[in-house]
DNA sequence: GTTAGCACTCTCCTTTAAGGAGTGCTAACC
DNA sequence: GGTTAGCACTCCTTAAAGGAGAGTGCTAAC
């Protein structure tokens, strides 16, 4: 059987009704709401159709109907309009997330939190696992007499730090020969390259000359480790009780976990994937606990290399154009933030 | 009317029992349950006195009673043992914290985390206004041509950075100078001294002499008061669908705001300060919406200065003996880990 | 002062019944 | 042949009613 034209619309309509509503739709209630100038039994007749095709599902007998996961899909493939996003919105954005590129970790809490606010529904944030990327510059920097401070700059500019306890008492000479020294043999080196030379001979020679890289080093890259680990940060949890999906307490529970956990939720947005904003609906996720949901994620980059993505979670009932236009707006702007 | 031993002991059944089965309890289950010698009858007649004066009282006639706030802050106060905490819990929170330094962020998930989890309550890190710390170190990193990275080291050992955009390419001679400059300057100083040293005349001779001061500084100032604004950080919250309390989506639903919002809950927080473990029940708190929770904080401090509380949340029926001993033995540990 | 007994109260759960929304089918219409 | 009105049927939802159960307060006896 074909989607014809009429078919397509009784079909963006039940959607866009269901969308707003929660509410199982009926043929009367399309034939009301919207002026398709067909009859309510004509509406039954293709509902019934569309039923048989796999987009619409009846809750029960002698309920209205209900968009199903491929519903979904074809909306958001073919029948979404890409909109803007208003102009008082971008402002919001632009105002929250102010124009200078600080920490990490608090661009991460302010998008999240403007995300959130934004669609209404639950918001993540990823940083990505930055593996590949090169340090730029070590720094050392003492504390107090056996305490230093190593920060460290990788190449695209995230900065990280951590203590490092040393034996004994540094003076500013040692300190700066090592700063130089760490700069020159570990400078442009990626994660992997400087696990590799540690093992090798000539990083033994050098630790035999400055006895306390012994040490360090490995704290190091404990250190970058945790640069290359990735991350998920979520906000605006209450939003999911915006929603009467979540109105029995065990489905919100078990979602809050997935996202509290962050080890399947990381699984599954890393299978994703992909440039720009990509939309997962229900079961294409692949999870039992987020069959019933679906997930929106857009991407970062900078220099062609992802440094994070943004996404926000909640019910397959989604307002998907709302939720593409917001996410595509905000990774473009911290796209533009950080790679300017 | 005095609180004698037998008013006590009972008035301890009816809460001991009350935290863990979230039910009114009868005379009659305390008869049965704790020996205390007497009959139902008599636990009655006491029970009577007991909501007299104010410790206990019933939902609805006919059903049991219900500890009251005065009756869980007569147990904190006076018939709460201290415990321990298990040696195999101290392990998990060693293990887990490790025992390094890193960076602020990265401990405060790791806190709130393992806080959450071993409580099984939703839990809260707060890092303190660090309004009155001092300056030990500015460093500046060229990044590329025209971006730098400025990173801010404090008395404490607390991190930041900021990117900053340059006007136009920067030498490395001029970088090198000018780190020397802000150090000799600025270090040492608290944020409101530097504050006032730029609105000086003397200050403004400097940014003369090295033209990139002007729109570096207000930068840097930016960045520093990121170290001086307090945020708190939240984990758990799924943990609050442990408990029977929050059942009603709605009462979920606005304690899970009011901890998303954080501006209250930092009011809450600041208001109850105080060093070691506090314990704040219900209405004591002063906020509608926190009428029926109980918030337990500890302090961290370093040097005599407090660096950030953590704490946990939950419902005024809470296990205050295993949630006290918890918070006790994590703000030691992050105490003596940061003051080493 | 303590205890047993008993009537009374109030909630909670289950059952039952009525109401309502929506469907599918049939037959008539254009 | 597609479209529409009519109608019986299904199934959920909500409200009301009727125990069952738990716990109290009071009284009287110990």
Redesign the interface.
């Known amino acids: 059987m074909l989607v014809d034209d009429r078919k397509l619309k009784i079909l963006q309509a039940v959607i866009a009704d269901y969308i707003s509503t929660a509410q199982p739709i009926g043929s009367r209630t399309i034939a009301k709401k919207y002026k398709l100038g067909i009859s309510s039994a004509t509406i039954r007749n293709e509902m019934s159709d569309l039923e048989e095709m796999g987009y619409l599902e009846q809750p029960h007998t002698s309920a209205g109907r209900v968009p199903s996961e491929r519903a979904y899909r074809l909306y958001v493939d073919r029948l979404m309009q890409i909109r803007n996003l208003p102009r008082k919105e971008q402002e919001i954005i632009i105002r929250e997330l102010g124009e ?4 990490i ?2 661009i991460i ?1 302010k998008t999240a939190r403007i995300l959130s606010q934004l669609t209404r529904y639950t918001s993540l944030v990823i940083n990505s696992n930055l593996i590949d990327c090169r340090l ?2 070590i ?1 050392f ?1 003492q ?1 107090d007499s056996n ?1 230093l ?1 190593a ?1 460290i ?1 990788t ?1 695209n ?1 995230i ?5 490092i ?1 040393t034996a004994d008492t540094v003076t500013a000479e040692y300190l700066e020969s090592l700063t130089r020294v760490a700069n020159d043999k570990f400078g442009g080196m990626t994660i992997e390259e400087l696990n590799h030379c540690i093992a090798s001979e000539d990083y033994k020679k050098l630790a035999y000359r400055y006895s306390q890289l012994d040490s360090l080093i490995p ?1 190091l890259m ?2 970058l480790s ?1 640069v290359g680990g990735d ?1 998920v940060y979520a ?4 939003n999911l ?1 915006n929603f009467p999906e ?2 029995d ?1 065990s489905k ?2 078990s979602l ?2 997935i996202i ?1 956990e962050k080890e399947q939720l990381m699984d599954i947005i890393r299978r994703i994937g992909g440039k720009g904003v990509v939309v997962s609906i229900g079961s294409e996720m692949d999870n039992v606990y987020m069959k019933d949901c679906s997930l929106v994620t857009a991407s970062c980059r900078v220099g062609g290399r992802e440094i994070g993505r943004i996404g926000v979670i909640g019910p397959t009932r989604m307002e998907y154009d709302r939720v593409v236009a917001v996410l595509e707006f905000i990774s473009g702007y911290i796209t533009g933030m950080m790679d ?1």
Do not use: C, Q
Not at 100 to 103: F, G, H, I, V
Not at 235 to 238: K, L, P, T, V
């Open positions: 200078r590129m600080d920490e970790e608090s809490r730029r510059h720094h920097i504390l305490r401070v920060v700059v190449d500019g900065v990280k730090n951590t203590i306890k704290m404990e250190g945790i991350d906000d605006g949890m209450s009780f979540y109105s307490i919100a529970k809050m976990e509290e300017k």
